[in-house]
């Protein structure tokens, strides 16, 4: 069964910083691994998708870096700001429905 | 398109009672999903369906029911609500595109029973 860990569970830093959070899975027979962003009391915004064939993928200032062999995951956020303040969730795909979340990393930047 | 919607956003019932929540996308996508969202808690799969007429459990499928009459809907019943049903339920869609499966999910409901 796919157990999905994500640390650290909050994360609170200064404005400007760069900063990694990490996410690891027990199955590594997956399709592909996306990370999500939640804003509280909101659904859930696709941030990046990393194939299993893929190492990395990159949107504007996030860079998610997939080792599937390993099984781990790792979202890198360059130059935080305040409104980068969410929930972030990592969730590997073994199929269509298959997802497992992790219970997310808490991040709070401050101005 | 508007993707993934759910109805209603907000529902209070109480014990005993039974609802529906309303799942719909129309993105032709053939997997759907239903997740519950408890505080400090990930996401946890109740019930999915890989395409009309196919439904299955998750991990958490007691007191709900699903049946996937046409692509594009998939609605959740709660039989016979229970306090410990007090969650935020999202819903979600998925395909296959080049080995990949991407979700995207609804605005989600959010659950109160008393």
């Known amino acids: 069964k796919q157990e999905v860990t994500q640390i650290p569970a909050a994360l609170s830093v200064p404005e400007g910083e760069n900063l990694v959070l990490n996410c690891s899975f027990t199955d590594s027979a997956i399709y592909n691994l996306q990370w999500f962003r939640q804003d509280p009391g909101k659904g859930l915004t696709s941030l990046l998708l990393?194939?299993?064939?893929?190492r990395e993928q990159t949107s504007g200032r996030l860079n998610a870096s997939l080792d599937k062999s390993s099984g781990r995951s790792t979202l890198y956020i360059a130059a935080s700001q305040p409104g980068d303040s969410a929930t972030y969730l990592c969730a590997p795909s073994t199929g269509g429905f298959k997802t497992i979340f992790g219970a997310g990393t808490r991040l709070f930047v401050k101005a | 398109n508007a993707g993934v919607t759910q109805t209603p956003k907000f529902q209070v019932l109480k014990t005993g009672q039974s609802m529906t929540l309303q799942c719909a996308q129309d993105m032709n996508h053939e997997y759907m999903s239903w997740y519950r969202q408890d505080p400090g808690m990930g996401l946890r799969l109740i019930h999915y369906s890989v395409g009309a007429g196919i439904t299955d459990q998750g991990e958490v499928p007691n007191g709900y029911n699903v049946s996937r009459s046409t692509t594009e809907d998939f609605p959740l019943r709660l039989l016979s609500a229970a306090p410990s049903q007090t969650s935020v339920y999202f819903c979600?869609?998925?395909?296959?595109?080049?080995?990949?499966?991407?979700?995207?999910f609804g605005p989600g409901t959010r659950l109160t029973v008393t």
């Open positions: 979600a869609s998925s395909y296959r595109d080049r080995g990949a499966y991407e979700q995207y």
């Open positions: 990393i194939q299993s064939s893929q």
